[in-house]
């Protein structure tokens, strides 16, 4: 009992026993902080994983045709003349894949723009908010630049306009079914923000209060009968209206609220 007693004591007075503690304690948390992270990893990637496929399982529109070249290269597919005097790079919107786009971009092409649709990691923008600058390397002959996005696609393309507003070659930025966080309202771009009068995704309150973001002569169009996914072509979203209109209708008609705009401020400015 005395033996026992005395190594007690002998333990509870070493100096070096809480150090020697301290390093199990430390291999324990740490093990639980990456079994945190592995287990959130794994959340995020099949979260990621379950997306909007492209409709068009056979890629027609990745085809070029008479009307419409099509270039698909690592990271992004252009559709039309590459010595298009203005351009447009395409965020795609949160979780969608982004060849789902190809009408759009096609419709834009025919009206004489060079329209690309970038390739966004795990389907997030805001995973590459600079995508636009190696689309517009690679294709130095066009003169003006526009970026824009679909729903998240369109807020990370306004925080590029933002950190390139002094860029001379970037025009403007369009939004479709999204609206601006970054404040613009200083900047000389020209904005345009497309919506379906059926969209339940976009947050009405949110587009009206970034008007305040915008410079003056913004323009907002609501397309009636349109609603969120129609601008690309991956069938219906969660929490979407129910368009009246043809997804054809509702891409043509964006379309050349597009070119209308651009062309407007394009003569305004003599270009």
């Known amino acids: 009992m005395i033996s026992v007693m005395k190594q007690a004591e002998s333990a509870s007075t070493d100096p070096t ?41 056979n ?8 009307q419409v070249r099509v270039e698909q290269q690592d990271g992004y597919v252009a559709f039309g003349d590459p010595n298009a005097k203005t351009g447009l790079v395409f965020y795609p919107g949160a979780k969608v894949e982004y060849t789902s786009y190809a009408p759009l971009m096609r419709e834009l092409a ?13 389907n997030f923008a805001f995973f590459n908010i600079n995508a636009a600058d190696s689309v517009r390397s690679a294709f130095p002959q066009v003169q003006q630049w526009w970026v824009g996005g679909h729903s998240l696609g369109g807020s990370m393309a306004a925080q590029y306009a933002a950190d390139h507003a002094g860029d001379a070659t970037l025009g403007g930025l369009v939004l479709l079914g999204s609206y601006t966080a ?8 020209g904005i345009i923000a497309v919506y379906g009068s059926n969209d339940h ?10 008007k305040a973001l915008m410079p ?3 323009l907002v169009v609501e397309l009636p009968g349109g609603n969120h996914a129609q601008f ?6 969660d929490g979407d209206g ?26 305004a400015a003599g270009q």
């Open 110 to 122: 025919e009206r004489g723009y060079l329209a690309v649709v970038v390739e966004m990691p795990f």
């Open 17 to 57: 026993a809480p150090q020697r503690r301290w390093p199990r304690r430390l291999a324990i948390a740490g093990a639980v902080l990456l079994l945190v992270v592995i287990l959130a990893i794994g959340a995020f990637l099949a979260y990621a994983g379950n997306y909007y496929r492209d409709a068009d399982t």
């Open 59 to 66: 890629h027609a529109n990745l085809v070029s045709s008479e």
């Open 201 to 210: 995704v976009l947050n009405r309150d949110k587009l009206a209060s970034s």
């Open 182 to 189: 970054s404040d613009l309202s200083a900047t000389d771009l």
């Open 232 to 237: 690309g072509d991956y069938g219906a979203q």
């Open 216 to 218: 003056p002569d913004a």
């Open 242 to 267: 129910e368009a009246s209109i043809p997804p054809e209708q509702q891409q043509a008609e964006t379309a050349e609220a597009i070119d209308a705009y651009v062309r407007t401020l394009q003569g």
